[in-house]
């Protein structure tokens, strides 16, 4: 390749004579900046390298030249383009050895304005990083080629890392994204830099006392968040382990590096010959000691000291040397010990079966440390050291040594005494807000009102039985959920109206009096859940003695503050569900059979749609039809449940409740398109409680979102359940999907031979994908399944959808109750032989190894978010 952009520029040169030769270089840069603005990696990789050929066969120094092959990567910063400018740097300066020291001077300034150094939030996206791991990795090579031969160039890179490493840990917007994916690229840079202050390459100053403490803070910072699931393809999280467990080594070495240098010891003496330097030849460590020049030589000697030897200055600065050893000591030991954590969770992710191919080399070392016994007052002392260098650094070392008291209590101490120092940090309220804090009436609870805010969840759990009723506690609480938009706090409207129990001073009353006034969709189903809760039976005839009264007051409230259009829409669809639900209760006298399937398509055909209205369970869709001949009564006997259909348009809340509010004040065109159209089946419920089947969807939900938010590969299917009075609900059904008793009804064939006829043979495609969901649903609610303790798993409450998923329905057995009183004979997961046919047919076959991988990875996914241990 390279020959072949010699030719072209060889080629491009004779067309100039020695006076106009600067035009072809112009030119070169045009192209080269023009690729960069167009985005094209392909036209910028051509430029490119016939600018550093040019550049190669000039004699003279072109400096735009240089600048630009130095700097255009970072106007596309794309992997590509950093491959380009890498590819060519290393044959400049092999090919232009003497163009070197500029060429680095040209980078290292690109370096510090490259992306890595802007603050970086954390998002739920990972960063792009793998171009700056590719500079990473040009920049360690050429420290390993240059440390021995060149003062100059060394100082120059060690001047690169000072500037890439913060000397404070954290800090709310950190030099570096502390994102698990960009672990390698910190800790290869980290290695890079521990690697120069190991070799004894640099000078004994204050300056390389500060190379180390950024070294130090930049480990450290990185461990200032929860302990997170890896988001890296399988190939790039074993590399980062590798680099990770390389770092680990050697900062375990460090120590008698430690022991052995002059920490902390300013050792003023004579400066080193500038002959070494001006000739460009590394200097011995042994031959000089001090700095030529800085702010160090300002500090003054004592008195008497002009004339101090070397043996006697040390000799009066070896405490003060001693004290700054041990104390990196202490913090090397706090980060081998967070390291070590954050290696074996990482190592686990990779190889949760521990098969042996994926084994990383040194993990047993790893293992070795950890297995090492701590005493208490040794976690004591760790704890308060991270707190000294980070409050925020010991706020999140719970989750990463699980169910360790000395570190709770050590930093409920610190909270308590010094609040501020974290009252940035929402998992830091925990320890102060505690129920033995908010019991004693302690004054440090004045700190809650200005504390940043918790979820809300976290906030609603101010408001049961696991804290008892406080005034400050609840405004913070009130406030906390007052700041997220109507439609987040709908997801946990059960919790809100439950949480009126334990609302003795009357602020919950008024937040949900408050969030009914902001959205009219929340005030519906808010008046729906207080209906539910009301009573303690499904008859009416237990009225719930705590909640009753202020439910039914609060629904009267939230009803007669209605006017106008938002009265209008109440009133539709109230009236509306109500038509559907009654639907019931119509068709209970009639026998099960014919005459009650006639019964329930002549009542269904009597509704007619009302504008604006949805569905109890979807009020993101507006309902816009009735398939009148849909209507099916299900099994039950004696209640009446029965299935209908609706055609429905996906609009969203907001949407949704703009358009139902235009409908009010009749101004909306008949002709108006209102999102998506869909057909979505819906079972209606009249004498069933379904308030669990609502929880156990809630959760299913929250671990959906975890699964997603950590990149997982699986599937489910939290269906919506919506309870809209007492014994009253309607179910949304699974769409596309039959249950494994239908199937076995229809074909009396086993899953496995149902997925063959209906897919094809193993080595199709559609097999193989049919197979893939198969596995990721059934990894998926097998978690979840032992999790919740989820019963009653027979044949007619697991699904099949047409793309292989399978989908667990029912939940009204779990945790504790299973049918027939709790026998304890069900598994904790389904796993039957038909299942694991699908996934291979026996244990050593790939796909079921695939799926017990997928198991341990959402285990430890929901484990970091909800602390289940």
């Given amino acids: ?139 360690c090579e050429l420290v390993e080629t240059i440390k021995y031969s060149s003062y100059e160039k060394v100082e120059m890179l060690a001047s690169l890392i000072h500037r890439s490493l913060a000397m404070n840990v954290g800090q709310e917007l950190p030099c570096q994204t502390r994102h698990i994916s960009a672990i390698g690229v910190r800790f290869k840079l980290l290695s890079c830099g521990l690697s120069l202050l190991q070799g004894d390459i640099l000078p004994k100053s204050l300056a390389k006392n500060v190379l180390r403490e950024r070294i130090y803070c930049s480990c450290l910072d990185y461990f200032c968040k929860p302990i997170s699931c890896p988001t890296q393809s399988q190939a790039d999280l074993r590399e980062d382990i590798t680099i990770l467990g390389r770092f680990w080594q050697t900062l375990y070495s460090d120590k008698k590096y430690l022991k052995d240098s002059d920490v902390g010891d300013l050792d003023l003496g004579p400066p080193a010959p500038l002959s070494s330097i001006q000739n460009n030849e590394l200097t011995k460590p042994g031959e000089y000691n001090r700095p030529t020049s800085g702010w160090i030589n300002t500090v003054p000697l004592s008195n008497s000291s002009a004339t101090l030897s070397r043996r006697s200055a040390k000799s009066r600065k070896a405490p003060n040397a001693d004290n700054f050893v041990k104390c990196y000591l202490k913090k090397r030991n706090l980060i081998l010990e967070l390291l070590a954590v954050e290696i074996e969770f990482l190592i686990v992710w990779h190889n949760p079966t521990n098969r042996p191919e994926l084994l990383i080399p040194g993990e047993e070392n790893i293992a070795s440390w950890k297995a090492k016994t701590i005493t208490d007052k040794q976690w004591h002392d760790l704890t308060r050291l991270a707190w000294d260098i980070s409050p925020v650094l010991a706020i999140y070392l719970p989750t990463r040594f699980r169910l360790n008291e000395s570190i709770i209590s050590e930093i409920k101490a610190q909270v308590q005494i010094s609040p501020t120092s974290v009252s940035h940090v929402p998992e830091a309220l ?43 506690s609840a405004q913070y609480a009130v406030k906390a959920l007052s700041s997220y938009p109507a439609d987040a706090v709908l997801f946990y409207i059960p919790q809100l109206v439950q949480a009126l129990r334990h609302d003795k001073m009357g602020y919950v009353i008024e937040f949900i009096k408050y969030i009914s006034k902001k959205s009219q969709v929340v005030a519906h189903q808010l008046i729906w859940n207080m209906k539910t809760n009301m009573f303690m039976d499904e008859d009416m005839q237990q009225k719930d003695s705590i909640l009753y009264e202020v439910l039914e007051s609060l629904t009267n409230s939230i009803v007669s503050e209605l006017s106008g259009p938002a009265k209008l829409f109440y009133e539709r669809e109230f009236d509306f569900f109500d038509k559907i639900t009654n639907i019931s209760g119509e068709i209970r006298p009639f026998p099960k059979g014919p005459e009650r399937r006639r019964a329930c398509l002549e009542a269904l055909s009597k509704i007619k749609v009302q504008p604006g209205c949805y569905l109890p369970s979807n009020p993101e869709a507006m309902v816009l039809d009735i398939d009148y001949k849909s209507g099916i009564p299900m099994q039950s006997a004696a209640k009446a449940p029965y299935l209908a259909r609706f055609k429905v348009a996906k609009c969203g809340i907001n949407e949704l409740e703009n358009i139902a509010m235009a409908i009010s004040t009749n101004q909306i065109s008949d002709q108006q398109s209102f999102g998506p159209e869909m057909w979505q089946a819906a079972i209606f419920k009249v004498g069933d409680d379904v308030r669990q089947d609502m929880l156990a969807l809630q959760v299913i939900g929250i671990f959906k979102n975890i699964f997603q938010s950590v990149g997982l590969d699986l599937y489910l299917f939290p269906y919506r359940v919506v309870a809209t009075a007492p014994g009253c609900g309607v179910i949304e059904c699974v769409p596309n999907a039959k249950s494994r008793d239908q199937l076995g009804r229809q074909t009396d064939i086993g899953m496995y031979e149902y997925f063959l006829n209906k897919y094809g043979d193993e080595s199709t495609k559609q097999f193989q994908t049919a197979r893939r969901n198969f596995i990721i649903s059934m990894a998926a609610y097998s978690v979840v399944g032992f999790l919740l303790q989820i019963k009653d798993r027979h044949n007619g409450n697991i699904m099949l959808d047409t793309d292989g998923h399978l989908i667990h329905i029912d939940f009204g057995f779990m945790f504790e109750s299973s049918p027939g009183g709790n026998l304890g004979f069900e598994p904790d997961i389904k796993l039957t032989d038909e299942m694991v046919m699908i996934m291979g047919g026996k244990m050593e076959a790939a796909p079921f190894k695939w799926f017990s991988e997928l198991c341990v990875r959402a285990y430890l996914a929901v484990r970091q978010v909800t602390s289940i241990h």
């Fill in 1 to 139: 390749m390279r020959s072949k952009y010699i030719g072209e520029v060889t080629g491009m040169m004779t067309m100039y004579d020695s006076a106009n030769k600067h035009i072809l270089a112009d030119q070169l840069l045009s192209r080269v900046w023009s690729a960069c603005k167009e985005g094209s990696d392909a036209l910028h990789r051509d430029a490119l390298w016939q600018a550093t050929a040019l550049l190669i066969t000039t004699p003279d120094l072109n400096r735009k030249l240089l600048h630009c092959i130095a700097w255009s990567q970072v106007e596309l910063f794309s992997v590509e383009s950093m491959k380009t400018a890498v590819d060519c740097w290393q044959w400049l300066i092999t090919a232009r050895s003497e163009l070197e020291i500029r060429f680095l001077q040209e980078m290292v300034s690109a370096w510090n304005c490259s992306p890595v150094h802007e603050g970086a939030k954390l998002e739920p996206n990972p960063p792009f990083v793998k171009p700056h791991g590719i500079w990473v990795q040009f920049i």
């Fill in 430 to 472: 925990q320890y102060l807000a505690t129920t033995e804090a908010i019991l004693n009436d302690s004054p440090k609870l004045v700190h809650m009102l200005t504390w940043a805010k918790v979820s809300p969840i976290q906030a609603l759990a101010f408001f049961s039985r696991q804290f008892p009723s406080h005034p400050i």
